[in-house]
């Protein structure tokens, strides 16, 4: 079935460097990829989104990247903090299956450990 | 952005029991999800909460073990039955609209003796 997986498990950074995660994705019907990051103890919570028809997005010291032909995603972090510290994971959702029903489930990547040092 | 709650936030049963799990979202949502996430891996899908409707299940998990219910657009439970510790897991939820973002709850930690 789709799956969607991450180059690197864990990132170790010092504090104002930037952080790339990346992501690699297997469903080419995806349309509709999501960002999220994962603190101990609570839920995910949702970062950025981008859209297939879209290469680039960018948010608050946050930028995703989509490459289409490769099937590959990341997320860049600028100036990172301690607090961006937790898990990220990459979500894929195809809007429409192959035989053109709706749906929104969104598959998820292993996600990456990202640690942040002062 | 939809905001979420469940309750439970954790719990600690006994095999052979049952424990319900409810999700409440603070706006209309056109989709619930539960997902289940044991510690330091990822998310895995258990089902689509339809309203009104019988939920639709992902392989590997089946409406004896998890029965969903939906009876509105805003609310959704999930019951664990007849519990072993393979069960001890996170259990989320989530909702959101049909392709756009999904917001989750903050889940419920399972400890199943």
């Known amino acids: 079935g789709e799956s969607v997986g991450l180059h690197l498990p864990t990132l170790s950074v010092q504090e104002g460097d930037n952080s790339i995660i990346n992501c690699a994705y297997s469903?080419?019907?995806?349309?509709?990829f999501i960002w999220y990051k994962q603190e101990s103890g609570k839920g995910p919570q949702f970062i950025i989104d981008?859209?297939?028809?879209?290469d680039k997005r960018q948010g608050q010291r946050v930028t995703v990247l989509l490459n289409k032909t490769v099937k590959h995603l990341s997320l860049q972090i600028a100036a990172t903090q301690p607090g961006d510290s937790a898990v990220y994971f990459c979500?894929?959702?195809?809007?429409?299956?192959?035989?053109?029903?709706?749906?929104?489930?969104?598959?998820f990547g292993q996600g990456t450990i990202l640690t942040v040092h002062p | 952005s939809a905001v979420i709650s469940q309750k439970p936030s954790r719990d600690i049963c006994q095999r052979g029991t049952s424990l319900t799990i409810q999700c409440q979202v603070d706006?209309?949502?056109?989709?619930m999800f539960w997902y289940r996430q044991q510690p330091g891996q990822s998310l895995t899908l258990i089902a689509t909460a339809n309203q009104g409707s019988e939920a639709t299940y992902e392989s590997g998990f089946v409406i004896d073990k998890f029965p969903i219910s939906r009876p509105n657009l805003t609310f959704s439970t999930l019951t664990v039955s007849n519990m072993s510790p393979e069960d001890s897991s996170i259990y989320l939820c989530s909702g959101g609209t049909l392709g756009n973002e999904q917001y989750f709850g903050p889940g419920t930690r399972l400890t199943v003796t």
């Open positions: 706006s209309q949502v056109t989709m």
């Open positions: 981008i859209r297939s028809n879209m």
């Open positions: 979500a894929e959702n195809a809007s429409r299956n192959a035989g053109g029903t709706s749906y929104g489930k969104l598959t």
């Open positions: 469903n080419s019907a995806s349309d509709y």
